[in-house]
């Protein structure tokens, strides 16, 4: 299944913008996109972007 950036911000409680920064930080480049340019998410993507979060917290920012 493939989620757009609003959905998957939804999903893991973050804004939207959280997700366009650390894709334009290099943290997702395996990130998908549509013929428009749209980024699509999928399940692999949630996996890290959990392992992101994880680590987000650890450090304490």
Known sequence: MLYTVGEMAKILGVPASTLRYYDKEG???????????????????YEWLKVIECL??????
């Open 56 to 61: 987000k917290k650890s450090s304490g920012y």
């Open 27 to 45: 943290l997702l480049p395996f990130v998908e996109r549509s013929n428009g340019g749209i980024r699509m998410f999928t399940e692999k993507d």
